[in-house]
Nanobody, 123 residues
Framework: EEQLVESGGGLVQAGGSLRLSCVAS????????IGWFRQAPGKEREGISL????????YYADSVKGRFTTSIDAAKNTAYLQMNSLKPEDTAVYSC????????????????WGQGTQVTVSS
């Protein structure tokens, strides 16, 4: 069964850092784009980053550009989202998703989704 599991969330003070992990089972990241999404209470889901394992292309939303970095460790079948200089407005449930080569920042373009991990940034 194909599955994605996120970890690494938690409570951090503003200005701090967290690294989220997204581990795949039942398939490999070899032929996938890995997207990162977040959803804050009362707000719509936001696509914040993606990385293509096809060509290494990355994308960051303006809201996280310069602070967040996404990467893939193919040997571990794990994707990471390094989050630095966290702000209270980054508080949300963060989820990863795996999709085909045309996947972008639309949740519906992906094939597999994780359950999410909570990130809370205190001021």
């Amino acid at each position: 069964e194909e599955q994605l599991v996120e970890s690494g969330g938690g409570l951090v003070q503003a200005g701090g850092s967290l690294r989220l992990s997204c581990v795949a089972s039942g398939f490999t990241f070899d032929d996938y784009v890995i997207g990162w999404f977040r959803q804050a209470p009362g707000k719509e889901r936001e696509g914040i980053s993606l990385i293509s394992n096809f060509d290494g292309h990355t994308y960051y939303a303006d809201s996280v550009k310069g602070r967040f970095t996404t990467s893939i460790d193919a040997a571990k079948n794990t994707a990471y989202l390094q989050m630095n200089s966290l702000k209270p407005e980054d508080t949300a449930v963060y989820s990863c998703a795996a999709g085909g080569v045309v996947a972008g920042m639309d949740w519906d373009e992906y094939d597999y989704w994780g359950q999410g991990t909570q990130v809370t940034v205190s001021s």
